[in-house]
């Protein structure tokens, strides 16, 4: 496959269940050998998305190629793909060591000991390589779902929700593992509802909501796409910060004093040039600038404006 090929490629990607339309003409171009993170409210549409990737279902209509080739209508992965949406299939009553060894065997797959030994190492599962999946925790039995696509050596690695469950040391396992296999070409696609572990993977992030693109592209391009943010400012002298933020050019000051971690901090809506002209200016006013921060992230504040409307209309719907 060459680099320029999208590892995926959607075309007015259409799918319903009944009379809910869980994706809608979704349109879309993955990159090869990066992460890509989907997110979106309850019922956008990702774990449908993400089951087409998987071959576990087939498209009403619209075209999806994946690494280079159209997908039928057979269910089934396609070449080169992994992955698991809805929590990986695990036998309980085997060891993760004997999970990997069965899953390989059903795959056809002559897979030696020592490659299962470092797919269970490079998902910081060692310890517990002999132990029974049955006492597995949720974050285990994701990371060992990861270990078990991991030996099919993917081109295109699908999961849903993959830290659901994961303590920080697990994080730190499956982040690694995913920079690992996209510094190698290998392509991920994943769903989660935290934006903090999506900007801390994914170089690029589409958002869905009601089965629709909201947006899909790099993390670079949302920040600055994104309108004015709510910024938080420490700082020396709160009463002057203040009057001057109330007179500078394309800053709200948002009413009231906030307080942040047991200090009174300003609170403005702002965008970055904006925030950087306001910093300017009160240090020419004698104010000290102890820290400059958004109240949310660019993508959680992203999320939000792009996601509104399915969040109204489930308001309007459940009457909340
Ligand atoms: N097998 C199914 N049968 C009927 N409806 C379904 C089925 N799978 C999904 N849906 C519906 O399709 C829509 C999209 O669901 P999907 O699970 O893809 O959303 P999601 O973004 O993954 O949500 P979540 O964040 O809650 O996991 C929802 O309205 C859901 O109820």
New binding site residues.
């Given amino acids: 496959m060459e680099d320029t090929q999208p590892a995926v490629r959607a075309r007015g990607l259409t799918k319903c ?2 009379d ?1 339309v ?2 809608d003409e979704v349109g879309l171009e993955l990159v090869p050998g990066r992460i890509h993170g989907l997110a ?12 087409l990737l998987l071959g576990l279902a087939v498209a009403d209509g619209g075209e999806l190629e994946v690494l280079g080739r159209p997908v039928g209508r057979a269910l089934a992965a396609p070449d080169g793909v992994a992955g698991f949406v809805d929590g990986p299939g695990l036998y309980p009553s085997l060891t993760a060591r004997k999970n990997l060894a069965a899953l390989a065997a059903l795959r056809g797959q002559d897979t030696g000991a020592r490659r299962i030994d470092e797919v269970l190492a490079e998902v910081g599962l060692t310890d517990v390589a002999d132990d029974r999946v049955r006492g597995f925790s949720l974050g285990m039995r994701q990371r060992l779902g990861l270990a078990a696509a991991l030996l099919t050596e993917p081109r295109l690695l699908v999961l ?2 993959p830290s659901n469950g994961l303590d920080p040391a697990g994080k730190q396992h499956v982040h690694g593992a995913l920079r690992r296999l996209a510094d190698n070409g290998v392509t991920v696609v994943l ?1 989660s ?1 935290r934006m903090d572990d999506l900007e801390a993977l994914c170089s690029e992030v589409t958002i ?1 909501a009601t ?1 629709r693109v909201r947006f899909s592209g790099p993390l670079g391009t949302l920040a600055v796409e994104t309108r004015a943010l709510d910024h938080r400012l420490l700082t020396s002298d709160l009463r002057t910060a203040r009057l001057v933020a109330a007179g500078a050019a394309g800053v709200t000051v948002l009413d009231g004093d906030v307080a942040w971690r047991g200090t009174e901090v300003l609170v403005v809506r702002a965008t970055a040039p904006a925030v950087e002209q306001l910093v300017a200016a009160l240090v020419r006013e004698g104010v000290g600038v102890r820290e400059v921060a958004p109240v949310v992230s660019p993508l959680e504040a992203a999320y939000l404006a792009l996601t509104e409307e399915q969040r109204t209309e489930e308001q309007q719907e459940y009457g909340r």
């Avoid at 979106?40 to 089951?51: E, V």
């Fill in positions: 269940f009944g809910v869980a994706l979106g409210p309850n019922g956008a549409g990702k774990t449908t998305l993400l089951g849903d929700e769903s509802h869905l089965g």
